[in-house]
């Protein structure tokens, strides 16, 4: 299954985290079943949002951690990289949002792991639906790879 995480997945599933972001992230990236895909402005956004005060103080992410956190993020190994170009408007509450969607849809992603609500937008929804795209959450999305995995 092909999977891009958004900003706010990535940071929940950094590398101290536990709970279901963290273990999705981890079983994408530990199987060859799943493909993590993300771009260079994911890649921007998440290392902009670890440079917040109030989300170093909630990870407690030392900056090598994070540093250390993005260069695996930034591996071949762990992830394919997506260069989606411009992105359409997409999101009608979040403009700012339309790169992350734009991602899932030109990297023919199967799943887009999100709790924004702007993703959620009926319109945004349906794009991503005929595109192929499912949008979803950490637990759902955990617990559907989890059904899929090889006994």
């Known amino acids: 299954m092909r999977i891009v995480l958004d900003t706010n997945m990535l940071v929940r599933a950094h590398a101290k985290a536990t709970g279901p972001a963290r273990e999705l992230l981890?079983?994408?990236?530990?199987?060859?079943?799943?493909?993590?895909?993300?771009?260079?402005?994911?890649?921007?956004?998440?290392?902009?949002?670890?440079?917040?005060?109030?989300?170093?103080?909630?990870?407690?992410?030392?900056?090598?951690?994070?540093?250390?956190?993005?260069?695996?993020?930034?591996?071949?190994?762990?992830?394919?990289?997506?260069?989606?170009?411009?992105?359409?408007?997409?999101?009608?509450?979040?403009?700012g949002d339309d790169f992350v969607v734009h991602t899932a849809v030109v990297g023919r992603a199967d799943a887009l792991c999100t709790l924004n609500r702007h993703f959620y937008h009926p319109a945004v929804v349906e794009y991503c639906r005929e595109?192929?795209?499912?949008?979803?959450?950490?637990?759902?999305?955990?617990?559907?790879?989890?059904?899929r995995e090889p006994r």
């Open 131 to 147: 595109r192929g795209v499912l949008i979803v959450g950490e637990v759902d999305l955990l617990n559907l790879l989890r059904r």
């Open 26 to 95: 981890q079983l994408i990236v530990s199987s060859p079943e799943h493909t993590l895909l993300l771009s260079p402005l994911l890649l921007q956004e998440l290392e902009r949002v670890f440079g917040y005060e109030r989300v170093r103080s909630v990870t407690r992410l030392t900056e090598a951690e994070t540093d250390e956190y993005l260069s695996l993020l930034r591996s071949k190994q762990v992830t394919e990289m997506v260069f989606p170009g411009e992105a359409p408007r997409l999101v009608p509450s979040d403009p």
